[in-house]
């Protein structure tokens, strides 16, 4: 049971234009999504992070939108680099029954910025 | 600035070999995970802690032990390796128990491949 999709496995866009990388779910009670951005031979680093009482998080060039009713986030990235080549990953928080964290990765999406 | 160390970035392996990858980080975190990352699944949870001499299970603990001695130390065991453990491993930690409060620290992985 896939709880976070990440259905577009790629995508490319050229230098200057927006990128909107997007991320759907089924768990309603994910109550905090999270992107991380992963460079190839490293490991995966922290982007950007919303809560659900929110529908908006904007950080320089990375703005994360949230749909709660579409379960859909998304994040977009104004104006693209070629430096922002990587693979997206979001993921999703829940807490367990016990009180412990249970967080989700989707498969990831690779974005190619072209020069 | 936090650093989570992976002791090889590369292992060869043969097919029933007891396996040990060793993961330090050096912030004093509570938290540490062990993740594989494969093509087209993404990242999924092996194994985590949460304190000394603690540890519980994944969404695939399989095959897998851990073991955390100190608190800066956590180590992923494969009792007998198999070639479908072939992968990318990620270990990562955190000192908060949630990580929208504190984003998961990653390293940059060992590629394990058994043959």
């Known amino acids: 049971d896939q709880q976070v999709k990440q259905n577009s496995p790629s995508l490319s866009v050229q230098e200057g234009r927006i990128s909107i990388l997007n991320c759907d779910y089924t768990?309603?009670?994910?109550?905090?999504f999270l992107w991380y951005k992963k460079y190839p031979a490293e490991g995966p680093t922290f982007l950007i992070s919303?809560?659900?009482?929110?529908d908006k998080n904007e950080d320089g060039r990375f703005t994360v939108f949230l749909n709660k009713s579409a379960k859909h986030l998304s994040l977009h990235i104004v104006p693209s680099q070629p430096g922002d080549s990587a693979v997206y990953f979001c993921?999703?928080?829940?807490?367990?029954?016990?009180?412990?964290?249970?967080?989700?990765f989707g498969k990831g999406t690779k974005l190619t910025v072209n020069p | 600035d936090v650093k989570v160390t992976q002791s090889s970035r590369y292992l060869v392996k043969r097919t029933g070999e007891k396996v040990f990858l060793e993961c330090v980080q050096d912030?004093?975190?509570?938290?540490m995970f062990w993740y594989r990352q494969d093509p087209g699944l993404g990242l999924r949870l092996i194994y985590f802690?949460?304190?000394?001499?603690?540890?519980e299970k994944g969404d695939i603990p399989e095959g897998y032990s851990v073991s955390r001695e100190k608190k800066e130390r956590f180590s992923l065991i494969l009792e007998s390796a198999s070639t479908n453990q072939t992968s990318m491993y990620l270990c990562?930690?955190?000192?908060?128990?949630?990580?929208?409060?504190?984003?998961?620290?990653f390293g940059n992985g060992t590629r394990l491949t058994v043959t």
């Open positions: 993921a999703a928080s829940a807490l367990n029954p016990g009180g412990s964290e249970k967080l989700v």
């Open positions: 768990n309603s009670m994910f109550d905090y």
């Open positions: 919303i809560s659900s009482i929110k």
């Open positions: 912030m004093d975190h509570e938290n």
């Open positions: 802690s949460y304190d000394v001499k603690m540890k």
């Open positions: 990562a930690s955190n000192i908060d128990s949630f990580s929208y409060n504190s984003p998961l620290h």
